[in-house]
């Protein structure tokens, strides 16, 4: 099955930016909890390879790039509303340039 070529260099785009965003992100985190830090480059390689992927155009590299940014979004609305463990001081700062970027 093959994707509508119109969409795929958006997506491409869109999917890298959401892995440049963390990756720039990355370091901060990092410093001020571990495991946000190692998140934060772990969306940063799977943005790539889905990327990559999505310019090959087949159906589960589509899915690998919504599961990326779908992730991304998610993680980001628990953190700003419920808080994620150590890292409390992101709820309710929902207007984060970097965040609301990805």
Do not use: C
């Not at 919504?66 to 700062?93: C, D, I, K, N, T």
């Amino acid at each position: 099955m093959t994707v509508r070529r119109v969409p795929k260099p958006a997506a491409t785009l869109l999917v890298v930016v959401v892995g440049l965003v963390h990756l720039i992100g990355a370091p901060q985190h990092y410093r001020a909890e571990p495991y946000l830090g190692v998140g934060f480059v772990a969306n940063f390689i799977g943005a790539l390879v889905a990327a990559v992927s999505i310019y090959r155009d087949a159906l589960w590299r589509w899915l690998l790039g919504a599961l990326v940014a779908g992730g991304a979004l998610v993680m980001y609305v628990v953190s700003r509303s419920v808080g994620l463990p150590r890292f409390e001081h992101a709820v309710g700062r929902w207007s984060e340039p970097l965040g609301v970027l990805s």
